[in-house]
């Protein structure tokens, strides 16, 4: 997967993405939320992303 201009991110309330955010370290999950980019772990935290890239899918079970 490449990194897609934040730009272009989707921007849907509560849906979780990984937002690069290179002046906070790199890569955060956030989620867009009434106008900005929240970190989904703590949102009174505001990221300020210049890219993203969809959640990937959870692994499947290793039996």
Not at 3 to 8: D, E, G, L, M, Y
Not at 18 to 26: A, E, K, T, V
């Given at each position: 997967?490449?990194?897609?201009?934040?730009?272009?991110?989707?921007?849907?309330?509560?849906?979780?993405?990984l937002l690069f955010?290179?002046?906070?370290?790199?890569?955060?999950?956030?989620?867009?939320?009434?106008?900005k980019w929240l970190?989904?772990?703590?949102?009174?935290?505001?990221?300020?992303?210049?890219?993203?890239?969809?959640?990937?899918?959870?692994?499947?079970?290793?039996d």
């Amino acid at each position: 997967m490449t990194p897609r201009p934040i730009s272009t991110a989707p921007e849907e309330d509560d849906t979780p993405l990984l937002l690069f955010c290179p002046d906070q370290g790199g890569w955060h999950t956030g989620v867009w939320f009434r106008g900005k980019w929240l970190a989904y772990i703590d949102m009174s935290v505001v990221l300020k992303p210049s890219h993203w890239l969809p959640v990937p899918a959870d692994p499947p079970d290793a039996d």
